[in-house]
């Protein structure tokens, strides 16, 4: 029988503890895209905007027209 130093087989367990962290950490990164990658669909679904004419948008159905005005002197150079 092989006579192995204690502190190789620490050192070897410190590694298995090391990679089944990394696995672990790893899972959870994949975990957190996919979280990310739905929650930037929904919000892209959500903000599906009309790009027919500049001064319009649309989402949901709803649409919101644009009127320019013109700076009066009380509110010029807010």
């Known amino acids: ?7 190789l087989i620490t ?11 990394l696995n672990e ?3 959870q990164i994949e975990i957190i895209e996919k979280l990310i990658n739905a929650n930037n669909k929904k919000i892209s679904e959500n903000n599906n905007f009309d790009n027919r004419d500049d001064s319009s948008c649309s989402s949901n159905g709803m649409s919101v ?7 009066t002197p009380q509110n010029k150079g807010k």
């Open 65 to 71: 027209k644009l009127i320019p005005t013109v700076p």
């Open 25 to 27: 950490t790893i899972i």
């Open 1 to 7: 029988m092989v006579n192995i130093p204690s502190d």
């Open 11 to 21: 050192f070897i367990e410190t590694l298995v503890t090391t990679r089944n962290l």
